[in-house]
């Protein structure tokens, strides 16, 4: 069982950029998919990026490709999601959680983060 804690949430200004973090532990970390979401007030959780389990592949919701950045460090048990180029309606409470393959569905995610807040001010 992997037990995962995110980072790195906050207030910035639209156009700001932050890096969150979500640290593993558990043995299995480094040969999991690792995936981001994000649920934004009275909207349902949606995916925003995944990587395998090598970070060689990723996958991003296509609405934020470009601006988001997803990458992984098998040695410190941790993946980050770069988010550039922030706007209001990227605010929302992102979360990590350990996933299957290449799926971007959130019933092929588990183990999910306790998340951490991103306000992005207009």
């Known amino acids: 069982q992997v037990q995962l804690v995110e980072s790195g949430g906050g207030l910035v200004q639209a156009g700001g950029s932050l890096r969150l973090s979500c640290a593993a532990s558990g043995r299995t970390f480094s040969s999991s998919a690792m995936g981001w979401f994000r649920q934004a007030p009275g909207k349902e959780r949606e995916f925003v990026a995944s990587?395998?389990?090598?970070?060689?592949?990723?996958y991003y919701a296509d609405s934020l490709k470009g601006r988001f950045t997803i990458s992984r460090d098998n040695a410190k048990n941790t993946v980050y999601l770069q988010m550039n180029s922030l706007k209001p309606e990227d605010t929302a409470v992102y979360y990590c959680?350990?996933?299957?393959?290449?799926?971007?569905?959130?019933?092929?995610?588990?183990?999910w983060g306790q998340g951490t807040q991103v306000t992005v001010s207009s």
């Open positions: 959680a350990v996933g299957i393959g290449s799926s971007n569905r959130e019933a092929d995610f588990g183990s």
């Open positions: 990587i395998m389990w090598s970070g060689r592949s990723t």
